[in-house]
T-cell receptor, first 115, second 112 residues
Framework: SQTIHQWPATLVQPVGSPLSLECTVE??????LYWYRQAAGRGLQLLFY??????ISSEVPQNLSASRPQDRQFILSSKKLLLSDSGFYLC??????????????FGPGTRLTVL | QKEVEQDPGPLSVPEGAIVSLNCTYS??????FMWYRQYSRKGPELLMY????GNKEDGRFTAQVDKSSKYISLFIRDSQPSDSATYLC????????????FGQGTELSVKP
């Protein structure tokens, strides 16, 4: 079965510091991967998605970047955090059952607080 | 206008009540519709999936899509305190990289 991991689970960082969040998927190969941010009481905002190694699409102009150095690894980064970067960051992979196109399965998330 | 609109609630019901959660969408190209359940401080989990207009039932949960009115519903029968969570509707368009458009989420509380 497939599992998705994210770390760290929680993070408190000062404004202006760098950021690196990691997501890994097990039990599947060549998945589409997604990074979302969820602000308090809000829905999910798609930040980046990737269809393969080195292939990143950005959905929203922002202070963040993403990379996919390996097939099942997806990294979210920032060189200098802003207060507005605080939120709950979720990684997801796209299911590969053709009977249910576009389903996504989420990791446990990373709660980021920028002070 | 957001592509998928959802009343954020909060919605509070007594245990055993029937719950109705709703979303509207504006893009007629949406083809796939999903409901996710998200417990506090956890990642969302897929609850229901529908492809076309009509109903889909799974235990106490029924998902309904009305493409003519662009309306998505989730019904929960015999609601339980363990159903207390935020429910997110999501839609997607075929062959768009699997990208989902989410509603804001409705916070549900089921009181014992």
């Amino acid at each position: 079965s497939q599992t998705i991991h994210q770390w760290p689970a929680t993070l408190v960082q000062p404004v202006g510091s760098p950021l690196s969040l990691e997501c890994t998927v097990e039990g599947t190969s060549n998945p589409n991967l997604y990074w979302y941010r969820q602000a308090a009481g809000r829905g999910l905002q798609l930040l980046f998605y990737s269809v393969g190694i080195g292939q990143i699409s950005s959905e929203v102009p922002q202070n963040l970047s993403a990379s996919r150095p390996q097939d099942r690894q997806f990294i979210l980064s920032s060189k200098k955090l802003l207060l507005s970067d605080s939120g709950f960051y979720l990684c997801a992979w796209r299911g590969q059952d053709l009977s249910f196109p576009d389903t996504q399965y989420f990791g446990p998330g990373t709660r980021l607080t920028v002070l | 206008q957001k592509e998928v609109e959802q009343d954020p609630g909060p919605l509070s019901v007594p245990e055993g009540a029937i719950v109705s959660l709703n979303c509207t969408y504006s893009n007629s190209a949406f083809q796939y519709f999903m409901w996710y359940r998200q417990y506090s401080r956890k990642g969302p989990e897929l609850l229901m999936y529908t492809y076309s207009s009509g109903n889909k039932e799974d235990g106490r949960f029924t998902a309904q899509v009305d493409k003519s009115s662009k309306y998505i519903s989730l019904f929960i029968r015999d609601s339980q305190p363990s159903d207390s969570a935020t429910y997110l509707c999501a839609s997607s368009i075929y062959n768009q990289g699997g990208k989902l458009i989410f509603g804001q989420g409705t916070e549900l509380s089921v009181k014992p």
